[in-house]
Structure formats: C-alpha cells, structure tokens
C-alpha cells in the first residue's frame, strides 16, 4: 500500500470514526474501502461487455413460467 493524505469533511470523519468503532475496525480500512469502491466505479474498461442476449417478446415473466423453464432444463425434457 502506498500513503496519500486527503481532506475530508469532518462530518464524514465522524461517521467513519463511528463505523469503524461499530464495526471493530480501523477506520483506515473504512477509508480504504471508500478509494476502492471509487476507483471501480470510475474504471474505463478496454473492452465493451459482452452482455448474453435472450428471445422473447421483452415482456416481463411470471415466476410459474420461470419455475416451468428451470424445471424443464434441469431434467432434459
């Protein structure tokens, strides 16, 4: 890990201070989760995502016709 200093609001702090207590743990590690969740909500990825497609009408589904799909793949028929 590389050290870094930041300024931050001091309600923010409190509330830090107030977790990491709750939670047992410093609160560095607070801080810490902080930079990762922003830094992987910033990332710009190289490739698009490959995201499935599915046929269908776009509609929503009941859970009696996604019990009925599950079912029929599972056992083969």
């Known amino acids: ?3 870094t200093n930041v300024y931050a609001d001091p ?5 830090i201070k107030e977790a990491a207590k709750r ?4 609160e560095a590690e607070i801080i810490r989760e902080g930079i990762h969740l922003a ?3 910033n990332r710009v990825w190289d490739e698009p995502l ?17 019990t009925s799909v599950v079912a029929r793949e599972a056992t083969g028929r």
């Open 39 to 41: 830094a992987m909500a």
């Open 11 to 15: 309600e923010d702090l409190a509330l």
């Open 1 to 3: 890990m590389k050290r």
């Open 50 to 66: 490959d995201w499935p497609t599915f046929e269908g009408s776009g509609e929503p589904v009941t859970s009696d016709e996604v």
């Open 23 to 26: 939670r047992g743990i410093p």
